[in-house]
């Protein structure tokens, strides 16, 4: 027998607009959510524009003290998540654990889940693409992490962004003859 999944509601928090309204009128409109790159120093990478949500509050959705440790898809997902349930009709407060069992939500992201920090990214710019003339577009941040993950899983370790190990991912991800 099939199980059938029924979509009810849906949330958004994107470059082009948070909440659906917003996301909506801007598409609707042609708007596009693409503007200069703010959220770190671009001025050393060819790239200058991407899609950044921008003025949108954090510790609505995690607290300030916990912000630093969960990347900034955590309270994004959060809001697109609560805005879906909303617009589905779902209150999880009144509903009982078999019942939450019973729905789902599917979240969508374009940039990944982990972040890098200024730090991480200026080693990568100085020690791989400046030293080496690699583009930066052939590898996203999140593709090195990926190695740094999976590096973790075998060895049974948790994983760490240090230069030896961002050195090891940098190594296995561009091999040289």
Not at 6 to 35: C, E
Not at 44 to 49: A, F, L, N, S, Y
Not at 115 to 128: A, D, G, N, P
């Amino acid at each position: 027998m099939k199980k059938r999944v029924i979509i009810t509601g849906m949330g958004t928090v994107s470059p082009n607009g948070i909440g659906n309204s917003q996301f909506s009128d801007a598409i609707l409109s042609g708007k596009s959510g693409v503007g200069r790159i703010s959220r770190f120093d671009a001025s050393e990478i060819q790239v200058q524009i991407a899609g950044e949500v921008r003025g949108f509050d954090e510790l609505a959705w995690v607290d300030k003290r916990d912000r630093k440790h969960v990347s900034r898809v955590l309270p994004l997902a959060l809001a697109a998540a609560t805005e879906a349930l909303h617009t589905a009709g779902i209150e999880p407060d009144r509903l009982s654990l078999a019942d939450k069992r019973r729905i789902g939500v599917i979240l969508g992201s374009g940039g990944g889940s982990q972040e890098f920090t200024e730090e991480q990214y200026r080693y990568l710019l100085e020690q791989y693409h400046a030293r080496t003339n690699t583009p930066l577009l052939a590898c996203l941040p999140r593709d090195i992490l990926g190695q740094l993950r999976d590096f973790a899983r075998f060895n049974g370790v948790k994983p760490e962004l240090n230069a030896e190990l961002i050195d090891w991912a940098w190594n296995n991800y561009f091999t040289r003859d």
